[in-house]
C-alpha cells in the first residue's frame, strides 16, 4: 500500500514543529521548542550552522571569555539542542506549500507536513568570487566588521564595496584598525550622501576609484594570513599591488528566502516580513527568524534572541490551536 506519490517507508506524518534552517537562529528555536515537548524536526540546509561555520574566532558570544572557534560553538548549538528532542536532519528543503493551515515541505524529494513553520534560513553574503578569497575566508577575509574589525587592531585593512553597508564598515573599522582603504569599481559611491561624506571625512579612509580586487594574496605557512591584494583598474585594467592585513567585502547581502517569497511576504531585497516585537509573518503558524529577517543587525547573538522567540510563538501558536 502507498500513500499517493509516497512509497510506504517514506510516508507523511504530521510535525508539530518544522524548522528549516539551521545556524544559531534554527538551533536556537530547535533548543526552545524541544524543550518545550514538541519534538522539533529541522533541516540543517546546504549550509549547516550557518555563517560561523566559515568564521574562526568568535570573541563577542556571551559565555565565551576567552573566544571560541565558529564551527565549534556551532556543534555546542546542535548538541543542546538534540539533548532536549531535536531531530537535525543534513537535508535541504526544496520548496515549501504553506497555501493552508497544515504546512508541507518538501526534502530529498520527501514530503514533510507540519501544523507550524519556522523559517530560519539565514543570509549568504554576496562575495567577488575569486578562489583566494575562499583560501583565505576567516584568516584575514570577511565579510562582517562588526564580528572580527576587532582581529586587526593597528592593521591595514581594505573595505571593498560602495553602498551604505560598505560605508558603515569602512567607518566602523576604523576604530580598531590604523588604514582602511576603500575599494570601490566607480568613479561615485552608491551610498547615502551623509554616509558618504562621513567616510571621505575620516583621515583613517584612503579611497581607491575605479578600482577592483584583481587576487587576494598572502601566506600559507607558518599561518594562513592575508598579506595583500592586486588591484586592477576598471579603466584601463593596469595592475597594482596594495599592501595590507584583511579584506571586508560589503557588496550586500542575499536573504536565503527564494523559496518562500510566493507565500511570505518580503522587503524590495527579499527579506521576510515580521510583524512588530514578533516572529510572525503574514501567514498564521509561519514564523521567521534570524537573518533571513534581518538586514540590519546580523549577529549570532541577535538570530539567537529571535530563534527563541520564534519557538515561544509557534508553541502559543499550537495552544491556540489545542494541539
Same mark, same amino acid.
Given at each position: 500500500m502507498?500513500i499517493?506519490g509516497?512509497?510506504?517507508d517514506e510516508?507523511i506524518?504530521?510535525?508539530?514543529?518544522?524548522i528549516v534552517?539551521?545556524?544559531?537562529?534554527?538551533?536556537?528555536?530547535?533548543?526552545?521548542a524541544?524543550?518545550?515537548?514538541l519534538e522539533p524536526?529541522?533541516f540543517a540546509?546546504?549550509e549547516?550552522?550557518?555563517?560561523?561555520?566559515?568564521?574562526?574566532?568568535v570573541?563577542?558570544?556571551?559565555g565565551?571569555?576567552?573566544g571560541i572557534?565558529?564551527?565549534?560553538?556551532?556543534d555546542?548549538? &546542535?548538541k543542546q539542542?538534540?539533548?532536549? /528532542? #531535536?531531530?537535525?536532519?543534513?537535508?535541504?528543503? +526544496?520548496?515549501?506549500d504553506?497555501s493552508? =493551515?497544515t504546512?508541507?515541505v518538501?526534502a530529498?524529494g520527501v514530503k514533510h507536513?507540519s &501544523?507550524?513553520?519556522?523559517?530560519?534560513? /539565514? #543570509?549568504?553574503?554576496?562575495?567577488?568570487g575569486? +578562489?583566494s578569497?575562499?583560501t583565505f575566508g =576567516?584568516?584575514?577575509?570577511?565579510a562582517?566588521?562588526?564580528?572580527?574589525?576587532?582581529?586587526?587592531?593597528?592593521?591595514?585593512v581594505?573595505?571593498?564595496g560602495g553602498g551604505d553597508?560598505?560605508? +558603515?564598515?569602512?567607518?566602523y573599522l576604523t576604530?580598531?584598525?590604523?588604514?582602511?582603504?576603500?575599494?570601490?569599481?566607480?568613479?561615485?559611491?552608491r551610498?547615502?550622501?551623509?554616509?558618504q561624506?562621513r567616510?571621505l571625512?575620516?583621515?583613517?579612509?584612503?579611497?581607491?576609484?575605479?578600482?577592483r580586487?584583481d587576487e587576494?594574496?598572502g601566506e600559507?605557512e607558518?599561518r594562513?594570513?592575508v598579506?595583500g591584494?592586486?588591484?586592477?583598474s576598471t579603466i584601463?585594467d593596469t595592475?597594482?599591488?596594495?599592501?595590507?592585513?584583511?579584506?571586508?567585502v560589503?557588496?550586500?547581502?542575499?536573504p536565503?528566502?527564494?523559496?518562500?517569497?510566493?507565500?511570505?511576504?518580503?522587503?524590495e531585497?527579499?527579506y521576510?516580513?515580521?510583524?512588530p516585537?514578533?516572529?510572525?509573518?503574514?501567514?498564521?503558524g509561519?514564523?521567521?527568524?534570524g537573518d533571513?529577517t534581518?538586514?540590519?543587525?546580523?549577529?549570532?547573538?541577535?538570530?539567537?534572541?529571535?530563534g527563541?522567540?520564534?519557538?515561544?510563538?509557534?508553541e502559543?501558536?499550537l495552544?491556540?490551536?489545542?494541539?
Amino acid at each position: 500500500m502507498e500513500i499517493t506519490g509516497h512509497p510506504i517507508d517514506e510516508r507523511i506524518n504530521m510535525e508539530k514543529v518544522i524548522i528549516v534552517g539551521s545556524g544559531p537562529a534554527g538551533y536556537t528555536a530547535a533548543l526552545y521548542a524541544g524543550r518545550a515537548g514538541l519534538e522539533p524536526l529541522l533541516f540543517a540546509g546546504p549550509e549547516p550552522g550557518g555563517q560561523l561555520m566559515i568564521t574562526t574566532d568568535v570573541e563577542n558570544y556571551p559565555g565565551f571569555p576567552d573566544g571560541i572557534m565558529g564551527p565549534d560553538v556551532m556543534d555546542l548549538f &546542535r548538541k543542546q539542542a538534540e539533548k532536549f /528532542g #531535536a531531530r537535525i536532519r543534513q537535508e535541504t528543503v +526544496e520548496s515549501a506549500d504553506l497555501s493552508s =493551515g497544515t504546512f508541507s515541505v518538501m526534502a530529498n524529494g520527501v514530503k514533510h507536513e507540519s &501544523r507550524t513553520v519556522i523559517v530560519s534560513t /539565514g #543570509a549568504s553574503a554576496k562575495w567577488i568570487g575569486l +578562489e583566494s578569497e575562499v583560501t583565505f575566508g =576567516g584568516y584575514g577575509v570577511s565579510a562582517c566588521a562588526t564580528c572580527d574589525g576587532f582581529f586587526f587592531r593597528g592593521k591595514t585593512v581594505a573595505v571593498v564595496g560602495g553602498g551604505d553597508t560598505a560605508m +558603515e564598515e569602512a567607518n566602523y573599522l576604523t576604530r580598531h584598525a590604523d588604514k582602511v582603504y576603500l575599494i570601490h569599481r566607480r568613479d561615485q559611491f552608491r551610498a547615502s550622501k551623509i554616509m558618504q561624506e562621513r567616510v571621505l571625512a575620516n583621515p583613517k579612509v584612503e579611497v581607491f576609484w575605479n578600482s577592483r580586487i584583481d587576487e587576494i594574496t598572502g601566506e600559507m605557512e607558518p599561518r594562513k594570513k592575508v598579506t595583500g591584494v592586486r588591484l586592477a583598474s576598471t579603466i584601463d585594467d593596469t595592475k597594482s599591488d596594495l599592501p595590507l592585513d584583511g579584506v571586508f567585502v560589503a557588496i550586500g547581502h542575499h536573504p536565503n528566502s527564494d523559496i518562500f517569497k510566493n507565500s511570505l511576504e518580503t522587503d524590495e531585497n527579499g527579506y521576510i516580513k515580521v510583524k512588530p516585537f514578533s516572529t510572525e509573518t503574514n501567514v498564521s503558524g509561519v514564523f521567521a527568524c534570524g537573518d533571513v529577517t534581518d538586514h540590519k543587525y546580523r549577529q549570532a547573538i541577535t538570530a539567537a534572541g529571535s530563534g527563541c522567540m520564534a519557538a515561544i510563538d509557534a508553541e502559543r501558536h499550537l495552544e491556540s490551536l489545542g494541539a
